[in-house]
């Protein structure tokens, strides 16, 4: 699974960057919990939690239905 999180995340790396953000795959445990590290722009941006589960952990889901959710650690 955790070859498709990077895949996934690969794909919605370039909308990050374009904000002067990015993401940092972590973890990813046998229970479906993605752990991400945001970066650059999004680390301090007060709306990275609606990224975090409005983009990255909706569209993690919806291509792999194993991932319970993400967390930003």
Do not use: F, W, Y
């Not at 722009?41 to 991932?67: D, F, H, W, Y």
């Amino acid at each position: 699974m955790k070859e498709k999180v990077k895949e996934v995340l690969d794909g919605l790396r370039p909308h990050l960057q374009a904000d002067g953000g990015d993401v940092e795959l972590v973890d990813v445990q046998a229970d479906g919990i993605v752990k991400v590290r945001l970066k650059g722009a999004c680390a301090g941006c007060p709306m990275s939690q609606l990224t975090l589960k409005n983009g990255i952990e909706r569209i993690l889901k919806e291509k792999i239905p194993e991932v319970r959710s993400v967390q930003s650690v």
